[in-house]
Every structure is written in C-alpha cells, then in structure tokens.
C-alpha cells in the first residue's frame, strides 16, 4: 500500500471493573492507529492495558514507541520503497520485546485492514476461515466485595447472555471456595480458572501451608474444570511440567506464550495442555496464526484470549477463532457488556455465538460520533 499519512488516536474508555491476581483493572485507555492509503484507510486497535501487568505492557509505553520508533520506522521503510509497505513486512522492522511485538500487531493491523478493503476480501476469507459464527466465552472476575453470591451473580449472568464458556479469575485464598460454589450452581456449564500465575510451587512433600502453594490446587481435580490458565509464573516452563504430573485438571499457558518461539517451547516441553493465544502479545495477527498451526500440529487445544478490545480488535480475534485449531471457545463476548462506549461496534451474540463479518476489510470504521466523543488526542505522521 502506498502510505499517506499515519495518525495516533488514544480513547478514553469505561471499563466495568474486573479483579485477578493481576490487580485491578476499571479504565480502559486505547491507543488507535490509523493509516490512510491512496485507497483508503486503514485501522489498527491496540491491545495494551491501562498499565503492564503479566509482562504485557502499558497502553501508554506503546503509545510512545508508536511515536517515537514504530511509525518514523515504517515511513521511512516506505519512502524507500516509493511509498509502499506491505503489512506482512511490518513484522520484520521490530525487535522481540513486548511492546515492540505490541506495536507490530497495531501496525499490521491497520496496514493490513487497508489491503483487505482495497481488494474487496473480508479478514475471515483472507484467514481461510469456514464457519460463519464462533462460540463466545465470558470473563468474571474476583468480586470486589469478595462475596460467593456476587460472584455467583456474575457467573449466571454470563450464562444468560448464552456464553459457552465462563473464565472465572482465582488469587490465593480465593480459589476452592468460589470455584466449588459455581460448580455446585452451574453443574453443566464449561468452566475454567485463571489464575494469572499467582500461585507457586512448594515442595513435593510437607504441608502446604502457603495459600499460593500451587499443590493445593489438585483440590479442584473433581470439579471437571476445562483447565488452570497459567497457575505459575510466566517463565516457569519446568514447573508446569512438574505441576502436570501432581494434578489432573489440565493446565493452560497465557502468560507464558508471548510470541510463536514461546509457544514453540512449551509445547516442545510439553508445559501445557491448552494454549491461550492473544494475537496482540504474539505480534499480530500473522503471528497469532502460525502460533495456531503449531498448536494444531502438537495437538494442543487453544482458544483465543482477549484484552477487553474494542470491537475492531475483538471483531479480528472472533474471526481468527474460526480456524480449526481453536477448539474451546475464546474471549470473545461483546464489548458493550464491559466498555462504556464501543467506538467501532461488535454483531451481536446469540445463542452464545458471534457471526464473523464478510465486508472487506479486519473490520468496521469507527463511528464518528462516538469517535469523536471518546478520543483524548491525536498527533498525524506525514508520509509524503
């Protein structure tokens, strides 16, 4: 695509108020970038939160690299190349840190949402994804009043709206307890923790005294739970593979799969049983789909996890969630129920299902209306 103009959009967004082991989250700043084209323009949605939390980084460290090294880098590529960029040589312009591969992802989204529109394909044909809908899972979080009941409302309400699958977030010392009282309400429903890597593992004999001793967590074997998502510390490999031996329910890795080489080696160590992958920590959404392929390849069930996006991004990530490896449904549910305003809007969920969009292009253009209402600042890159 030939390059115009590049500007850098940062919404402020409502966000209802989610606990984990990880703190919490109740404000969602997002960082938007948009390239205009001889052909159009294209939009990018970043997935960084509020502030770095599990080695993901802040909205606002993106924010500045995009400005200061991420867009200058990929003009100036651009004007070497008479004014034009392909979204998959995005990648191969940054390094391996987090935020860079953050930034990777925003900027190829955008570049990428440009091609799309231009040759008149829908994301989900360019993926060569065959269904027409995808089953959505929902989030709840720790009750900020740490009470079974209103955790047991959250859980219900995400099963009302139709969700296939709840992820109910865990810390030391909230754990059995909750988890039991959810199993006892909702016997059949498809249920998973997340525990953020809060938990440790202690030695293999003596009491486990410490609430974090992930040992303890073989208490929730008879609660035919879909799996454990990243009990341990992200870098932790080895104990995951030890912890697999000493519990049955499977353990999920989140955290600990940062980029297509991390999921290449647990897999190889074989640290997990299902994989979370979230295109915007693995780089994008190439990145997202090689990591699928090797899933698929280990036979390692995934699903798609989120960072409460807007519905650009969540819109991508449902449609990456049609490819074949994805076999637990993913953070899909709509941004309506956690955002005070979706600038770019989401098809509705029904029956616990999201139809994946066919018009050209990663997904809608924002609203003007409620662009114009939620966005804080704006700086435009000249191209030419």
């Given amino acids: 695509m030939r390059i115009d103009a590049v500007d850098v959009l940062v919404f402020e967004l409502g966000l209802a108020p989610v606990e984990g082991a990880l703190g919490v989250f109740d404000r969602r700043p997002l960082v938007v970038v948009r390239v205009m084209t001889a052909d159009g323009d294209g939009w990018g949605e970043c997935g960084a939160l509020e502030r770095a939390a599990g080695g993901d980084p802040a909205a606002s460290t993106v924010e500045h690299l995009l400005e200061t090294v991420g867009i200058p880098r990929m003009v100036s590529v651009a004007q070497a190349r008479d004014g034009t960029l392909d979204s998959s040589a995005v990648p191969q312009l940054f390094g391996g840190h987090a935020a860079e591969r953050m930034m990777a992802a925003t900027l190829e989204m955008a570049l990428l949402d440009a091609e799309l529109r231009a040759l008149g394909v829908s994301l989900g044909e360019w993926l060569g994804v065959a269904r027409p809908e995808v089953a959505v899972g929902a989030l709840a979080g720790i009750p900020t009043d740490r009470e079974v009941d209103s955790l047991l409302a959250s859980v219900g309400a995400a099963a009302d709206a139709g969700s296939r699958r709840v992820r109910v977030k865990i810390a030391p010392g909230w754990d059995l307890v909750p988890l039991r009282a959810v199993r006892r309400h909702f016997p059949d429903l498809a249920l998973q923790a997340d ?6 593992l202690g030695p293999k004999t003596g009491p486990m005294e410490r609430p974090d001793d992930a040992r303890r967590l073989v208490a929730l ?32 890795l989140d955290e600990s799969l940062a980029s297509p080489r991390h999921v290449e080696l647990a897999l190889r160590y074989g640290a997990c049983e299902v994989a979370c992958l979230k295109p915007a920590r ?3 959404l190439r990145a997202a789909r090689r990591a699928h392929d090797l899933c698929a390849s280990a036979g390692v069930a995934a699903f798609v996890g989120g960072y409460f996006e807007a519905g650009l991004a969540r819109g991508a990530n449902a449609a990456l969630a049609g490819l074949p490896g994805f076999t637990l449904p993913g953070d899909l549910s709509a941004p309506a129920s956690y955002l005070s305003v979706d600038p770019f809007g989401y098809p509705p969920v029904v029956d616990g299902l999201v139809a994946l969009r066919t018009e050209p292009g990663v997904g809608p253009a924002p609203d003007p209306e409620r662009l114009a209402a939620c966005t804080v600042r704006t700086r435009r890159f000249e191209a030419r």
């Fill in 195 to 200: 525990a953020n890597g809060a938990y440790r």
């Fill in 221 to 252: 074997d008879d609660l035919a739970l879909t799996c454990i998502e990243q009990p341990l510390p992200a870098a932790d490999l080895a104990a995951h593979v030890e912890l697999r031996e000493l519990i049955e329910t499977p353990i999920a």
């Fill in 282 to 284: 693995l780089g994008g």
